[in-house]
């Protein structure tokens, strides 16, 4: 079963800005470890970091504004697409993911082409 999880957290550019090397090495130490535990579970199928929320444009019937769907100050900055065997699963391996980002896990229906 598919699942995308949504890495957010408040302020993710600034924070990510203002983190000093330390900082950076256990996120990416977070990352390595979540990488690992998700291949001897299932797979990963992708996933990128999001640049800016002042980069998105968006469409709403036709019309495209500038920036994010919502106006919040937490920013979505990246995202992974697993598979695993079940929700719990991904649950559990998003609880890996740095401990500053909130992290929405949802199923990824099959939709027939």
Known sequence: MRFVLLMAEEDH???????????????????????????????VVGGEALARPSEARTVRAGAVTAGPFAQTVEQIGGFYVIDVDSIDVAVELAGLLPRAYTVEVRPVPEVPI
């Open 13 to 43: 550019y600034a924070r990510w800005d203002a983190a000093d090397e330390a900082a950076r090495q256990r996120v990416v130490a977070d990352f390595e470890a979540f990488d690992a535990a998700v291949a001897e579970r299932g797979s």
